[in-house]
């Protein structure tokens, strides 16, 4: 019984990490578009700012900046879920650090190596993450703060970080649900996450270049 019960749990945990990633990575895809809008000028991006905030529910345009605030509350709780499930299978102690790096060399499987860099890029996600979430909790940040105060040092890094590991979160997920299967392979499937994620990172980094005109302004 003892065991069906941990099987169950097990399960349970693997699904909720799945389900929890994959609305992260939906969050993450569509926050990088909106943040994208900078590319069209400041306007266009408080315009998007002002539409996230329901300026268009009050008379005056101001709307309900706390909305925002609220949206970031429940990533955040959403984001602390996926990364106590995922624990669970991280090689926390010096143990399982070796066997994992002797079986890296022993074995040379990709989808090894990806979950590596997946566990990698989680825990800088996980350092990173919550400096990011304050600085836009108390107010949205300024378009001079990218640059002027070095805001883009955090987010370079970040931007990278969440882009490769949600690519190759969904990746995983896509593999473990049968994806591969449906196209024929999964190298087909890896080319699909290396394009999605240069394509994100490229736009996250010109989205961080469309700031710098304004940090002088």
Not at 65 to 76: G, H, M
């Amino acid at each position: 019984m003892g065991i069906i019960n941990r099987g169950k749990l097990s399960g349970w945990l693997d699904i909720s990490q799945s389900v929890s990633g994959v609305v992260l990575a939906i969050f993450l895809w569509t926050h990088l578009i909106l943040v994208s809008s900078i590319l069209l000028g400041a306007e266009a991006m408080t315009w998007v700012a002002k539409t996230m905030e329901l300026s268009f529910l009050t008379a005056d345009g101001h709307g309900y900046p706390w909305v925002v605030t609220i949206i970031a509350v429940i990533i955040a709780v959403i984001a602390l879920v996926h990364v106590l499930v995922a624990a669970h299978k991280m090689p926390l102690n010096l143990r399982q650090q070796k066997a994992l790096k002797q079986q890296l060399n022993v074995v040379n499987h990709g989808d090894t190596r990806l979950w590596v860099w997946q566990a990698a890029t989680g825990v800088v996600i996980f350092l990173l993450l919550p400096v990011h979430l304050w600085l836009i909790g108390p107010a949205p940040i300024s378009h001079k703060w990218i640059w002027q105060q070095g805001v883009w040092l955090l987010y370079l890094p970040l931007l990278l970080c969440v882009e490769l590991h949600a690519a190759i979160g969904v990746y995983r997920v896509a593999v473990k649900w049968g994806a591969a299967r449906d196209l024929n392979s999964r190298s087909r499937l890896k080319k699909i996450k290396s394009i999605i994620s240069v394509v994100f990172i490229l736009v996250g980094i010109a989205s961080l270049l469309a700031f710098l005109p304004y940090a002088n302004a």
